[in-house]
């Protein structure tokens, strides 16, 4: 009895003395939902997430936009920030990725929803210097319903950062924003409302240069050849390049400095009274007029008779018009002591082409009101007649002058004005 009420002495004491202690008690675990991020690659969809606090793991699930359950495709023991990148995800379909943070039993999730896209493929690039811009073409990419176009600088073998110029519908594009002189490439991104493509592979390197267009006429009294190059008031050195007769072997016979080259023009022009004293209102004299036409001009006297000489010219300028560089076709020129030979009976019509002088320059002037009248005529009706139309005729053996004149007429409130008479002319030849 004794030993046994000694046991439950100690036992009551045991209790009360618990009875005076604080209760403890550990609370259920918590943790953060992560930061997530998606981007198409070009292996698949790539699921990026932040460190979440407190989590211990992350569980990747994938749901189809049409579909009701979402499917587990990753799981990941790590609490560090990661990345998956779900190769099964098919091209124009879109899902939500959600993953979650986990630590114990405690979870926390951040989904986001995404449009599997592929990056475009078969980039072409082509120069059109005539139109000034390049031309960017690409295969069109399933479910893309824009691009966007990348273009980085090209230095050398150093290639800048890429910066997107534009946003288009169609799989082609016109660089307008393009220097000459300068070297690009070109990457495109599909695009289907906030979903990317990763980057298309670089097109290649393209050298855009804009034509410039020069005249190669015989000197006044043909024992050489003029090169009538173009005038730009940014232009600082001209090369001039020249192969003979049917050689591709061009060689670099000069350069030219605008500011103390020679000067002319490879026609006549004469200004009306009218514009005279329009410019002279406009504060414009005639004299400044004329320096305007002058032409910065190239004298190539190593030259000899019959034989043919092809020329083109690079002209570099200080960058602060459209471009550093540029370059012209091909101009081609038998040096001989006549413009034309032709023998009797034969016409031609090809040397009084106004569009080798006016270019575009006719049309421009008719759809701005701008109207020309031309006048041909022979010096010497005995050896070539010309008709209204520039058809020359050889008649008989001899040396006669055709001119071409061009009166230029503008609209002037209801009359039309003659402002300038522009005179060319030609020496032609006849032999039996």
């Not at 991020?37 to 569980?59: M, Q």
């Not at 995800?89 to 999730?109: F, H, L, P």
């Not at 390049?241 to 060689?251: D, E, H, I, L, P």
Request: with cysteine; hydrophobic share 35%; proline share 2%.
């Amino acid at each position: 009895m004794k030993t046994l009420k000694k046991l439950l002495c100690t036992a009551l004491a045991v209790m009360m003395l618990m009875s005076t202690m604080a209760v403890v008690t550990v609370s259920a675990a918590t943790v953060k939902a992560p930061k997530v991020t998606l981007s198409n690659t070009s292996k698949g969809v790539k699921i990026s997430w932040k460190k979440a606090g407190g989590a211990k793991k992350y569980v990747i699930s994938r749901k189809l936009s049409t579909a009701k359950k979402a499917s587990v495709i990753k799981t990941v023991k790590s609490a560090k920030a990661g990345s998956f990148t779900d190769k099964k995800a098919k091209t124009g379909k879109k899902y939500q990725y959600t993953v979650t943070a986990y630590r114990g039993s405690a979870s926390a999730a951040a989904s986001k929803t995404i449009v599997r896209l592929k990056a475009p493929t078969g980039i072409k690039v082509k120069a059109n210097s005539d139109d000034y811009n390049i031309k960017i073409t690409w295969n069109k990419s399933t479910a893309a319903k824009k691009y966007e176009v990348y273009r980085a600088k090209v230095n050398g073998s150093k290639t800048g950062s890429y910066k997107k110029i534009d946003t288009v519908s169609s799989n082609k594009y016109s660089d307008t924003s393009v220097s000459s002189g300068a070297s690009y490439k070109y990457k495109v991104k599909a695009v289907n409302g906030s979903s990317k493509s990763d980057y298309s592979s670089a097109s290649k390197k393209i050298d855009y240069v804009e034509s410039v267009q020069f005249l190669a006429r015989m000197s006044e009294d043909y024992k050489a050849v003029c090169l009538y190059l173009p005038n730009a008031t940014d232009y600082k050195n001209y090369k001039i390049y020249r192969s003979v007769g049917n050689s591709k072997t061009y060689k670099k016979i000069a350069e030219v400095n605008p500011a103390t080259a020679e000067k002319g023009v490879p026609v006549n022009v004469e200004y009306s009274d009218y514009y005279k004293t329009l410019m002279v209102a406009l504060g414009i004299s005639e004299k400044e007029i004329n320096e305007q036409m002058m032409m910065p001009k190239y004298t190539d006297k190593d030259v000899v008779l019959g034989e043919t000489y092809n020329y083109y010219i690079e002209v570099e300028a200080d960058g602060t018009g459209f471009g550093t560089f540029f370059k012209s076709g091909v101009v081609s020129i038998k040096f001989d002591d006549a413009d034309l030979t032709m023998k009797v009976g034969e016409t031609d019509s090809s040397i009084l082409n106004l569009d080798s002088y006016l270019g575009d320059a006719t049309n421009e002037m008719e759809e701005t009101g701008v109207s020309i009248d031309t006048t041909f005529t022979s010096d010497n009706l005995n050896v070539v007649t010309i008709d209204e139309k520039g058809v020359i005729t050889a008649v008989a053996p001899g040396v006669a002058t055709v001119s071409v004149e061009v009166k230029i007429k503008a609209k002037i409130g209801f009359t039309k004005q003659t402002v300038a008479t522009v005179t060319t002319k030609f020496r032609v030849r006849v032999t039996e």
